[in-house]
């Protein structure tokens, strides 16, 4: 579903990236992690076109989305989930208007939308804070209300860019838990993140950067010294 394909990203000559090969299946669930300036940031915005590799390619589903045109772009992110570390919620909108944000931006209309708000808000376990605004929710609710609105779609990639940074232990593992169990209903979720003991709790797939370089890829695995180094 993932694929990179001998990927290097310079800024002005300074190497991010180098040389990564990366493939992650359909309903796979997987940590990318490694110290401040190893890549893990600039390896997520390649997936959802923020930026281009200076070579190689980067894949989803198939497609080599390094080649889409400027206008193609807002539709792969809609059909990617993508959740975020400061949620970006619209704060003047309900969670039930920031959910179905993509929704109305797609065309969808009428009980359909209900249907799958109602349906992510469930998942999320926020079916009663539809009415409610962003700034009446705990951090942790944000999230999910971000989760929500990522997976309304039904999105078969599903990017988490360090989303439990601003989040206290309980709850940030409680968050990966809840991406853990969407990946079970078949989402490929892939989380970036610096927190060793959410990615030793789980023991899940974990990749690991270094210096923009790719230093291992290990099933069930821990946040390894070497990677935070």
């Known amino acids: 579903m993932i694929r990179l394909q001998n990927v290097n990203k310079d800024y002005v ?39 281009v590799p200076t070579s190689g390619k980067v894949l989803i589903g198939g497609v080599d989305i390094t080649r889409l045109e400027p206008r193609q772009i807002p539709l792969l992110r809609r059909r990617l989930g993508i959740v975020f570390q400061d949620y970006k919620l619209l704060p003047r909108q309900t969670v039930f ?13 009428g009980d359909q939308v209900i249907r799958r708000v109602t349906s992510a808000l469930c998942v999320v376990n ?12 705990s951090g942790g609710e944000q999230q999910r209300v971000g989760i929500a609105r990522a997976i309304v ?10 989303p439990t940074g601003n989040l206290d232990p309980q709850t940030s593992l409680e968050i990966v838990q809840l991406l853990e169990r969407i990946s079970q209903r078949g989402t490929t979720v892939l989380i970036s993140t610096h927190d060793q003991f959410i990615v030793n709790s789980l023991r899940r797939r974990v990749v690991s950067l270094k210096g923009g370089q790719l230093i291992s890829d290990v099933d069930s695995g821990v946040y390894e010294m070497e990677a935070r180094a």
């Open 153 to 162: 779609n039904g999105p078969p990639v599903l990017l988490a860019d360090e």
């Open 126 to 137: 926020l079916e009663d804070k539809a009415d409610a605004y962003p700034d009446e929710l």
């Open 97 to 109: 208007e920031n959910v179905s944000y993509i929704l109305r931006a797609l065309g969808v209309e």
């Open 13 to 51: 000559g300074r190497p991010a990236l180098a040389n990564i090969n990366l493939q992650i299946g359909l309903g796979e669930f997987a940590f990318l992690v490694g110290p401040s300036g190893a890549g893990k940031s600039t390896l997520m915005r390649l997936l959802y076109r923020e930026e």
